[in-house]
Nanobody, 115 residues
């Protein structure tokens, strides 16, 4: 049973930073592309960032230059460093791992940016 467990969310002031973590129980984590999505109230779930097994990354235009995705294959963990947070970044952030014919999701972690 694959599990993705996010942590690191919380309340932060505009301009602040947070680092999200996603610990995975994937047996072949190092081969998996890992993604972060987010969903704000009343909106669709959108891709924020992705990192391939080779370390290539891509980002949504709205977070480029502010967010950084990284991975630690030894710990089977993917991270999302979020800097210069804005109110528009408020959402539930989800970790995602598409593996074969399956698509795994974490339970989500709430990020709230507010003064």
């Amino acid at each position: 049973q694959v599990q993705l467990v996010e942590s690191g969310g919380g309340l932060v002031q505009p301009g602040g930073s947070l680092r999200l973590s996603c610990a995975a129980t994937l047996s072949r984590f190092s081969d998996a592309t890992m993604r972060w999505y987010r969903q704000a109230p009343g909106k669709q779930r959108d891709l924020v960032a992705a990192i391939t097994s080779g370390g290539s990354t891509n980002y949504a235009d709205s977070v480029k230059g502010r967010f950084t995705i990284s991975r630690d294959n030894a710990k089977k963990t993917v991270y999302l460093q979020m800097n210069s947070l804005q109110a528009e970044d408020t959402a539930v952030y989800y970790c995602n791992a598409p593996v074969g014919f399956s698509n795994y999701w974490g339970q989500g972690t709430q990020v709230t940016v507010s003064s």
